[in-house]
């Protein structure tokens, strides 16, 4: 049994929370909501854009490790067969 339940609980009540609050301001002033959400959601996919970006750079970098390693190993064979 997950003695962490309450922790549920509670992200549970705090996203009912924010869901009634949110409902509130939009129904007071949809303009206003609009564009804060538009700001949220462009500033998100900023962050995603560099996610990417960097993601993109490790799995470059992965790759070219991943060659360098086949090219040693490619190498120590042929020196063991050139040697025994």
Known sequence: MNSNWWKYGLFLGLGFALGAVGAVLVS???G???????????HALDVKDKATAMMETAKENIEDL???AREDLTQRKQA?????
């Open 28 to 30: 007071r002033n949809p």
């Open 32 to 42: 206003a909501a609009k564009k804060a959400c538009a700001s949220v959601l462009s």
């Open 66 to 68: 991943a060659a360098e």
């Open 80 to 84: 063991a067969a050139a040697a025994g």
